[in-house]
């Protein structure tokens, strides 16, 4: 009786989040740790790498003197972009954050409009209606790195820009704590018709890593890889700031670090994530213009097979163990 | 008064009586699914509880309902080389169905109002060219074909009044691994005949769309809308719904720009009701609600969720994790769960199906 009341306490205990008082046993990896120890964090770190480029593009527009925390605050958001559920999703803002890929230009064509334009336009509320691939990264990186000089002060859109930016993390890391992350981990309960099961929360978490290793595979590397007889550099994600190697890094990182918190028992699957982050790591061709080279190609070509193993090995050890698979429909549609 | 005929055909009806969907527990849809390693076609009420479970020999993709009989037609997955008539009130399979040598079943099929033909979508195996197959339904023998006037015919529903439309999805297939081999040259179209199979119309869609492959139809008051699915760059967003009125050009109707790219650029099912239509996509794991005129109202997230079919004024849509929804603009409502992965359809039952 005395036990069975001790082991409901500890279980109530680590459904709280206490898992660190245990100092033996293995380390628990699932969900709720997931929620609480990967995915809050890394909001809140969006919110606040973004809140500090805001602030110092209140002070300067000077590039050189934003370079480092717009960097910081992109290596913030691919920490979390591969997150295609929650708050993020609501009103179009991850596509806003980072419209990419963008094969007609949609974004150059959106954001001309609001170089030099009315500043009642760049005002928050406005802003925040502009269509959402003239917001963003991307939209930042095209003021900060121009292929041309820009004739038009820029100052006041790279401002509006960031702002823009710190409010929808703000708004994302809010939704977060204040609802979301209850709705993750209350799944199965009466009453959430979001998660039925707590398993629907493994899935739809294993549904994004494979999403996510898809997306770096297919298009991060995919789209500027192109053929052998023609690679396509110029394609390349976040190019003019010398970004696409890195955001193939940060994000196999970031994938990394929720596969590990979600389960304990997918050692093959870390194997592959690690051997593509070596030879991610290994690469120097930060903007992918080596592939124009057969050596290049090559290489990039590899880290792409190793991207593609780590998401077979998750397909088949990761699914295994979290006992999900990518959904009946969504595998194999008709 | 009783006339005497009247009498004659009520001692008709008694001596020999004609089986009923009530004989099968009126259920109101059929969705196929699977349990573990089975396949299964379950018959539904609006409720979302399962009135029957019926075993199927693999994984089915669409049922066609027998308007009056209680007869399920469970089409095989592209490239289908059988589709089974069950009979609902016993599960027994009552006939099977084999395409002629060189042709194959392409996932649907729709009887007329009486139900005394049964129209199957088909592709001639080398080629894809679509083929209507005609079945009578007294014995379900093969009584004719009609050509489809497009590549890879998918859908085709009746309208009220008897003609038919056919959503020829334009994609060539390899005819045993479904390999797609004319992305460079497709070009689907909505074709309609009239009861007798003569072609009335015919709509494609404009040149920049012609890699939008047309696969799934519902009923509108004056036409049918039509769920896309693009086959082209995926990064390009395109519309996955359109409407269109015999007559007239089809409309596209985009998503909203914040949602223009959550369904992943598949539409999986179509359905109409409550002068609203409601697209479903699996790979984006939502339901997007339109008005009649297209405009975008809703977009609801579900993974998974690919089923969908009026519930009322309302809609009901089925996930591949067992769950069923009643979903209007306001939102997506959890009706029931079963541990069945719910697969591409959920098919009304009735005359209106």
């Known amino acids: 009786m005395t036990i069975r009341i001790r082991l409901a306490v500890l279980a109530c205990f680590l459904a709280a989040g206490g898992a660190l008082a245990l100092g033996a046993g293995p380390a628990r990896a699932d969900y709720p740790e997931a ?8 909001y809140a770190d969006f919110r606040a790498a973004t809140a500090d480029l805001a602030a110092k ?5 000077d590039p050189a003197a934003l370079a480092a925390p717009f960097n910081a605050a992109w290596d913030a958001w691919l920490e979390v972009q591969w997150l295609r559920l929650g708050p993020a999703e609501d009103q179009g803002r991850a596509l806003a954050i980072a419209f990419w890929p963008d094969p007609k230009g949609m974004g150059a064509k959106a954001q001309k409009a609001l170089i030099g334009a009315d500043p009642a336009l760049l005002a928050p509320e406005a802003f925040a209606q502009q269509s959402v691939a003239a917001r963003g990264f991307f939209s930042l990186e095209r003021l900060l790195y121009p292929a041309t000089p820009l004739a038009a002060d820029t100052c006041p859109l790279i401002r509006a820009t960031a702002d823009d930016l710190a409010r929808m993390a703000a708004a994302i890391e809010t939704d977060w704590t204040g609802s979301y ?19 629907e929360v493994r899935q739809a978490l294993f549904t994004q890593i494979a999403t996510g290793l898809e997306f770096i595979k297919d298009q991060r590397i995919g789209r500027p890889l192109g053929t052998f007889d023609k690679p396509r550099p110029e394609l390349a994600e976040a190019r003019a700031s010398g970004r696409s190697l890195r955001n193939v890094l940060v994000s196999l990182q970031a994938l990394r670090a929720m596969t590990e918190t979600l389960s304990p028992n997918a ?6 994530f690690d051997h593509a982050i070596q030879l991610a790591q290994a690469l120097d061709d930060p903007d992918f213009s080596g592939i124009a080279d057969p050596s290049g190609w090559l290489k990039l070509q590899i880290l792409q097979q190793a991207v593609d193993a780590t998401r077979q090995k998750a397909l088949s050890e990761l699914a295994r163990d979290l006992g999900v698979d990518l959904g009946f429909n969504a595998a194999d549609g008709d | 008064m009783a006339t005497r005929r009247g009498f004659l055909a009520g001692l008709a009806a008694l001596s020999l009586p004609v089986p009923s969907w009530a004989d099968a527990g009126s259920p109101e849809y059929l969705a196929a699914g699977k349990i573990g390693d089975d396949f299964v076609l379950h018959g539904l009420d609006g409720s979302g509880a399962t009135l029957f ?10 049922a066609a309902a027998h308007p009056t009989r209680p007869l399920a037609v469970a089409f095989a997955r592209r490239p289908g080389v059988f589709a089974l008539v069950l009979d609902c009130r016993t599960g027994e399979i009552a006939h099977r169905l084999t395409p002629p040598e060189g042709r194959q079943f392409n996932g649907h099929g729709a009887f007329s109002e009486d139900g005394s033909l049964l129209m199957t979508s088909e592709v001639v195996a080398e080629g894809s060219a679509g083929r209507v197959g005609l079945w009578e339904t007294a014995g379900f023998t093969r009584i004719g074909e009609w050509d489809s006037h497009g590549l890879g015919p998918h859908e085709l529903r009746r309208l009220p009044g ?12 390899d005819p045993t691994d479904r390999t797609l081999l004319n992305l460079d040259t497709m070009r689907p179209n ?8 003569a072609l009335l119309d015919l709509a494609e869609l404009p040149e920049e769309l012609r890699q939008n492959s047309i696969r799934h139809l519902a009923l509108t008051a004056t036409g049918v809308a039509f769920a896309m699915q693009w086959q082209g760059d995926p990064a390009e967003p395109v519309p996955l719904l359109g409407l269109w009125t015999p007559g007239a050009a089809p409309v596209l109707c985009p998503a909203a720009e914040a949602e223009m790219f959550t369904l992943q650029g598949y539409a999986g099912s179509i359905a109409c009701a409550g002068g609203r239509v409601a697209l479903t996509s699996p790979r984006g794991g939502a339901v997007m609600i339109f008005s009649e005129t297209g405009a975008p109202l809703a977009t609801h997230r579900r993974a998974d969720l690919c089923g969908v079919a009026p519930l009322g004024t309302a809609f009901i849509a089925t996930d591949g994790a067992g769950g069923l929804w009643r979903a209007t603009p306001e939102a997506l409502e959890p009706l029931s769960r079963a541990d069945v992965a719910w697969d591409n359809h959920l098919v009304p039952v009735g005359l209106t199906a």
């Open chain 1, 35 to 42: 929620v609480r120890q990967t995915l809050l964090p890394g």
């Open chain 1, 57 to 61: 593009a209140a002070e300067t527009c």
């Open chain 1, 181 to 199: 992350a209850d709705v993750m981990l209350t799944a199965g309960a009466p009453g959430n018709a979001t998660f039925l099961t707590e398993s």
């Open chain 1, 267 to 272: 050692p093959q699957t870390l194997a592959a």
């Open chain 2, 53 to 62: 479970t019926l075993p199927l020999p693999a994984r089915g993709h669409a």
């Open chain 2, 162 to 173: 008897g003609r038919i439309v056919v959503a020829n999805g334009g994609i060539e297939t």
């Open chain 2, 190 to 197: 909505l074709a309609l005949f009239s009861a007798e199979g």
